[in-house]
């Protein structure tokens, strides 16, 4: 027979991590502001037309998005193998405790300083002019409702 | 169990097949990951020592490499979108301002 | 977890990494990392002098970090493990890489505003450079070697493409990117494969420390791999150090790059190379009395060198004849320079006495830090006289302006004789150690070869001279102006020829001696 027993922590993790992502669903549908635009409305939000062509070249931002990605990816292979080794160096054959954790903090506020540097440089920012032409139309759609309220008031 | 060496000729054919697609190929994106499938070829080797002899090291050796392969995909990409900005083609063959 | 925290205090488990010795390229680093920061939450406008300055004065603190390790450090010479190790090898490689970062700083520093460039963003990446430069003389593994390599590389090929809407830089940029990451991916071939050939019969496995490297040739399980991945080493450092069959990259993208970058590259990235090159070759596959696999292998990669040396030399200086453009006239004299090198490398891995090698190896340093010195003052003089965007490098541009700009060309000449080697110069002495170093190795061939390779090289560096100061100008003239920062670079570059070629015995002395002897010639 299985020992089931020793599987409960997988089983935990999962239903943890569901009940996280569910609730990161739920929470924004509740209390999160809602604008109705029609480029909100749109399946990719991200203003990538959904019918049309497949081979129209799309806008280098994904690309940008993309290759932050990989860099900031890509640091995980160095958080997974120091965790795993982490208790056996802090206990007390080597007693290394200290040493690691700085080390690793370290790392992870220099990985820090990159990301305060990719959004101080505004790579985050999707883009100046689809910002302001979305700010545009969510103005003028409150200028419509505001009128529609006024015209049944 | 599969014996050494044949993970070390895998490592080889494929190391080859990079370096030759490399010196081949025309396009800078081929190119470009010709040299990965060099650096991926180089992995095999270390992991294939690394798991015969029982060390680490190689492994190590592995995560580093993975590391920078990123961190060079990443500057090289920007490079290859720098250079088709400014003359729409990859083809390196068509790089040749800098030819007497 | 916590519980094991009071096993060892901080300090002690902070003890056995000993970060001391890595003083020089953590502060290099830093400061890196702050020009960062100071770039993302500062204006464009202001940012020139404050970035600058910071590098500035972290490259200075690195090197008074690293003058202390040389005189007064008496703890242990490895750090993490063997990764790290302090010799002189790496501290005088360190002093001559924050020279040329120095200069290449004082030398960016307008230039960046006339091309309209981030001003933040070149000099972070000048510093990370650094850092990789840095490790690659100081790491004492492999793996550390090519981590530094990789630092180095990925920067270097962003400089190189730094002015983005110039087809030249990028066609330098990708040209110097593909052939870069090839030539690191044999590197990385040559590691796994002497990883996999030092594994021991009775089970140990293989080893990137260049140390242990060095006890195991002789009990290698693998002695071909050994021999191939020593093969691919060579092709990789040859590519870095751009030696003749693999310098195709070198013209193109010295042509290419914006010329501070071209400066830069020429002189910091080639000494780099060269760190490595001995470290790993001299260090890891030595000299050995005894036959067996590592007596082969040390004569093997010997005779490859030499072969390299003869070839370097010749192709660089017959090319450099035929160019019409300065810059890359000079690239290929940065080539021929490679070869000169070679030889001192070459006499350094044959000698059998301790005393001779270190002596051999000083001579390649001081090699090394004179044509960093010289080449940047060339490639200062082309900077300013170039003009924004690189307009004018052809040979045709410097018609006439001798007396015109006198004191420009009289710079410019000064770097030229230097690079030829005339006598009062820093180039003649450099010259005069490596060959020395050379003969008295018994290389009287590969000496007589250099030596009328030097005589061949006289043409194309007098011609430019020539040019400058006896051919009539077509054009009018209007003097460029010299900012201080660049004049500041440009007399710095000039002394220092003139100082090293005069009064060498102090530099080379400091190169070749013992800590404690520094520590008297110093006072402390």
Known sequence: MFDLKA????????????????????????????????????????????????????SVKFY????????????????????????????????????????MMLFIALLFVGFVYIWKKGILDWSQAARQEAEAEAEMLAGQSGERLRRAA | MVPLSWY????????????????????????????????????????????????????????????????????????????????????????????? | MNIYFGLQTATQQFADVNLWLLMPELIVASAGVLVMLVDAFTKRLDQRWLTGGISL???????????????????????????????????SFTLVFLVVSALSVLLSMIWVEWERLPAGEFHALLLFATAGM?????????????????????????????????????????????????????????????????????????????????????????????????????IGFGFKVATAPFHVWTPDVYEGAPTPVTAFMAAGPKAAGFASFMRVFLFGFPFVVAAGTAQ???????????????????????????????????????IAHAGYVL????????????????????????????????????????????????????IEDY?????????????????????????????????????????DQGYVGLVVVAVLNTVVSAYYYLRLIVVMFFRERSGAWNAPLVPASMAIALALTVVGIFYLGIFPGRVIEVFQASPSVISRLLGT
């Open chain 3, 296 to 334: 082969r292998l040390h004569s093997a990669w010997i005779a490859v060198l030499v072969v390299l040396a003869v070839i370097t030399m010749t192709v660089g200086n017959t090319a450099a004849i035929l160019q019409s453009n300065v810059k890359r006239m000079l690239a290929y004299s940065s």
């Open chain 3, 57 to 91: 004065i972290g490259l200075v603190a690195a090197a008074v970090s690293c003058v202390w390790l040389w005189t007064s450090w008496t703890g242990p010479t490895e750090a993490f493990f063997g990764m790290i190790v302090l010799d002189r090898l790496r501290l």
């Open chain 3, 134 to 234: 840095m490790l690659m003389a100081s790491g004492g593994d492999l793996v550390m070697i090519f981590l530094g390599l990789e630092l180095l590389s990925i920067s270097t090929y962003v400089m190189a493409g730094f002015r983005r809407t110039d087809v030249r830089s990028n066609e330098a940029s990708m040209k110097y990117f593909i052939l870069g990451s090839f030539s690191s991916a044999f590197l990385l071939y040559g590691t796994a494969l002497v990883y996999g050939a030092t594994a021991m019969a009775n089970g140990t496995p293989g080893t990137t420390n260049i140390r242990e490297i060095a006890q195991r040739l002789d009990t290698a399980l693998y002695p071909p791999l050994l021999f191939a991945g020593a093969a691919m080493l060579l």
């Open chain 3, 399 to 439: 018609n006439g302006i001798g007396f015109d700009s006198p004191w420009l060309a009289f710079a410019f000449s000064v770097s030229l004789l230097s690079l030829l080697g005339v006598p009062l110069t820093a180039g003649f002495m450099g010259k005069v150690m490596v060959f020395s170093a050379a003969l």
């Open chain 2, 8 to 100: 070390l000729a895998l490592s080889a054919v494929l190391f080859t097949i990079g370096a030759a697609g490399v010196i081949i190929k025309r396009n800078a994106i081929a190119m470009f990951m010709c040299i990965e499938l060099m650096l991926n070829a180089t992995n095999i080797t270390f992991v294939a020592f690394s798991s015969f002899f029982r060390d680490v090291t190689g492994q190590l050796f592995v995560f580093i490499v993975m590391t920078v392969a990123a961190a060079e995909a990443a500057v090289g990409l920007g490079i290859i979108i720098a250079i088709f900005r400014n003359r729409l083609s990859l083809d390196v063959d068509d790089a040749s301002v800098l030819k007497y």
């Open chain 1, 64 to 103: 940008l998005v993309a290759m932050i990605f990989v860099l900031f990816d890509i640091e995980l292979i160095f958080l997974v193998p120091w965790a795993v080794v982490f208790k056996r160096l802090a206990g007390p054959e080597f007693g290394l405790g200290t040493l690691m954790y700085v080390e």
């Open chain 3, 343 to 394: 030889v001192g490398l070459v006499a350094a891995g044959a000698a059998s006495d301790l005393g001779q090698r270190n002596e051999a190896i000083a001579a390649v340093v001081f090699y090394l830090l004179v044509y960093s010195i010289m080449t940047l003052g060339a490639f200062a003089v082309v900077t300013i006289l170039a003009r924004s965007g690189d307009r004018r490098t052809e």
């Open chain 1, 7 to 58: 599987y409960l922590p997988i089983l935990l993790m999962f239903i943890v991590a569901a009940g996280f992502a569910v609730s990161q669903v739920l929470i924004s549908q509740l209390i999160g502001p809602k604008r109705r635009t029609p480029t909100k409305l749109m399946p990719y939000e991200c203003g990538k037309d959904p019918v049309g062509s497949a081979r129209e070249r799309f």
